[in-house]
T-cell receptor, first 112, second 113 residues
Framework: QKEVEQDPGPLSVPEGAIVSLNCTYS??????FMWYRQYSRKGPELLMY????GNKEDGRFTAQVDKSSKYISLFIRDSQPSDSATYLC????????????FGAGTQVVVTP | DGGITQSPKYLFRKEGQNVTLSCEQN?????MYWYRQDPGQGLRLIYYSQIVNDFQKGDIAEGYSVSREKKESFPLTVTSAQKNPTAFYLCASSPGQGWNIQYFGAGTRLSVL
């Protein structure tokens, strides 16, 4: 079983809808959680960074971490066609020397 | 303009040939990483380096080699021992110990002729 599980999708939503993405993990030592966005044939870019549990909001994006359930989420409000991309979750522990464990990525398609 | 530069963007390898992928960063980051991305498999760590002249194997190091002679450069060689090299290769960097965020280059797509 992989350390980080993420549904690969594709997830198709109409423009303006809320996109809901999530990852589950098995390593209780993970404390740092990230969401990256990757457009086709490009490198991933950091969207959200969260330490430990709780919520973090940045514009249309909200990241949630529930360490008790080993579950993280990313919500995109008022989705736009430009949000069509693959979203990767990533996480690490304090003793991992910066090594990240990635989910497989979820492909999101926002249709006009 | 600070960032991570990977070159070339596309690369073709013949059977039995070694090829080298370039990664340069001007962010003054201590740590650098190489990942391989295959469809549906996410990113898998090949090699990483926390400091100049030192590097460690990641999860899938077989058939690959690296060097870290300068802080800003971390080239990856895909050797002939790597039997399935076709993939998207990503280089990343991080400020160093205590930092968990990595910043990525635009990637190199390697194909076998």
């Amino acid at each position: 079983q992989k350390e980080v599980e993420q549904d690969p999708g594709p997830l198709s939503v109409p423009e303006g809808a809320i996109v809901s993405l999530n990852c589950t993990y098995s390593n209780s030592a993970f404390q740092y959680f990230m969401w990256y966005r990757q457009y086709s044939r490009k490198g991933p870019e950091l969207l959200m960074y969260t330490y430990s549990s709780g919520n973090k909001e940045d514009g249309r994006f909200t990241a949630q971490v529930d360490k008790s359930s080993k579950y993280i989420s990313l919500f995109i409000r008022d989705s736009q066609p430009s949000d069509s991309a693959t979203y990767l979750c990533a996480m690490s522990s304090s003793d991992s020397w910066g090594k990240l464990q990635f989910g497989a990525g979820t492909q999101v398609v926002v249709t006009p | 303009d600070g960032g991570i530069t990977q070159s070339p963007k596309y690369l073709f390898r013949k059977e039995g040939q070694n090829v080298t992928l370039s990664c340069e960063q001007n962010l003054n980051h201590d740590a650098m990483y190489w990942y391989r991305q295959d469809p549906g498999q996410g990113l898998r760590l090949i090699y990483y380096s926390q400091i100049v002249n030192d590097f460690q194997k990641g999860d899938i190091a077989e058939g690959y080699s690296v060097s870290r002679e300068k802080k800003e450069s971390f080239p990856l060689t895909v050797t002939s021992a790597q039997k399935n090299p076709t993939a998207f290769y990503l280089c990343a960097s991080s400020p160093g110990q205590g930092w968990n965020i990595q910043y990525f280059g635009a990637g190199t797509r390697l194909s076998v002729l």
